[in-house]
Structures are given as C-alpha cells and as structure tokens.
C-alpha cells in the first residue's frame, strides 16, 4: 500500500509539474486552432490520462498502420517535451515548430556577431539600419514595432539577451 502511495505521488508531482508550462502559449493560436490541437491531443492520448506517454504513441502509431516503430525513436519525441507532455506541453511545441522559433543559443550566437566586445548590447541605430536595408527590409514602422517591446540599456542600446528570452520564452508582461 505504502509503495502504491509513493508512485501516486510522483504520478501526481510529475502532472502537476507539466501544468507549469508558459500560460502565454495559449496566446499564440486562435481559438480554433487551440481546439483542433485538443482533438488532435486527444486522439493521441489512448489511455485518456491527460499525459502522452510512450504507449500512447504506440497504439496512436498502431492505429494509423505503422506496428514496428524503433524505442528510441518514441523516446527521442517524448523527451523533446522535457518531462510529462500534458496539453500545454503538447501545444507548446507546436508552437514551437510551427513559429519555426529557433533555439535561444542561436539567436543570442547571431546577436553575438554585432557585439565583438561582448557587452550584451547591441548599437540600436546600427542595428535598425540593418533591419531596414538587408534581406527582409523592415519597414520603418515595423522598426518601431519592434523596439517598443525590444528591452534597451540606459544608454539607448538593445539588450539581446534579454531581447533572446522574450523570442524564446514570451514576455513575462504577458502572463
């Protein structure tokens, strides 16, 4: 009894820890969307327990005509959720992959490129010409879009770093 009890718990724990995911996810989709992701996340979850586990993705496989998928392959997608993938994980992926967001490391490595003394600034008005003359020129507006919500210095320059975890994570304003 007592054992049972202890794997409850850290059933409970590891589900209550997946509902900790960003609440701002649910921003990034219409309303629709959100409700096709629940279907689509329903569908999944076989054994109807509000978490995707491995044998979810097996019968899910199953159903849709494919018997033998290799282990490590189910682990590689379960643990791109890093830890239990309840709803919110579940969407937060897909928005991940569906924004095409890159990784935080890579976008602080291209901010680098601007930084050679590695201040953790970048020249605000350097940086708006380049936005405003390279590859997908933004538009002047766009520009000023851009650095309303862009986190600046006391001297007037964009603090990347902080600029990468707002693109990577949200802005903590919003929640």
Do not use: W
Not at 10 to 27: D, E, H, I
Not at 120 to 144: C, H, I, R
Not at 146 to 172: R, V, W
């Amino acid at each position: 009894m007592a054992s049972r009890k202890a794997g409850t718990r850290g059933k409970a724990a590891a589900t209550k820890q997946a509902q900790r995911g960003s609440s701002n996810v649910f921003s990034m989709f219409e309303q629709a969307q959100i409700q096709e992701f629940k279907e689509a996340f329903s569908c999944i979850d076989q054994n109807r327990d509000g978490i995707i586990c491995k044998s979810d993705l097996k019968e899910t496989y199953s159903q849709l005509g494919r018997v033998s998928v290799p282990e490590e392959e189910l682990d590689a997608m379960l643990q791109e959720g890093k830890g239990p993938i309840n709803f919110t994980v579940f969407l937060t992926l897909f928005g991940e992959k569906l924004n095409g967001t890159d990784p935080e490391e890579a976008i602080l490595s291209a901010f680098r490129m601007f930084d050679p003394s590695g201040q953790g600034v970048v020249n605000k008005e350097e940086f708006k010409q380049l936005l405003m003359t390279q590859a997908d020129k933004f538009s002047p507006a766009e520009v000023e879009q851009l650095f309303a919500l862009t986190p600046m210095d006391l001297t007037g320059n964009i603090d990347y770093k902080s600029l990468c975890y707002i693109i990577t994570h949200g802005d903590e304003k919003e929640e």
